[in-house]
């Protein structure tokens, strides 16, 4: 069956870093664009990144110059590089695949992982 699954996440001390990665699996998201998202604790879930199939990017404000978007399409393998950390940057990442990154909004996903929590406390 279609699925997308995210890893990577944990507990990060503030000015940490990690790797999330989201792996695609019975279908080859060939065509799709990759987001990332999150939902913080009591708030709704909100658009961080997108990649385009051609690798074109573009990020929320909150996250520009310290995440970085990338994808393996070889490896049906999409990624999110989370560099400096902040508490407010905890919440439940999830990826999915999108029509296009002409925004990073969720009005155009096809298919959704089920997510990866992110902590960020000392």
């Known amino acids: 069956q279609l699925q997308l699954v995210e890893s990577g996440g944990g507990l990060v001390q503030p000015g940490g870093s990690l790797r999330l990665s989201c792996a695609a699996s019975g279908f080859h998201p060939s065509y799709y664009a990759i987001g990332w998202f999150r939902q913080a604790p009591g708030k709704e879930r909100e658009g961080v990144s997108c990649i385009s199939y051609y690798g074109q990017s573009n990020y929320a404000d909150s996250v520009k110059g310290r995440f970085t978007i990338s994808r393996d399409n070889a490896k049906n393998t999409a990624y999110l590089q989370m560099n400096t950390l902040k508490p407010e940057d905890t919440a439940v990442y999830y990826c999915?695949?999108?029509?296009?990154?002409?925004?990073?909004?969720?009005?155009?996903?096809?298919?959704w992982g089920k997510g990866t929590l992110v902590t960020v406390s000392s």
């Open positions: 999915a695949t999108k029509a296009s990154c002409v925004s990073i909004a969720s009005s155009d996903v096809n298919y």
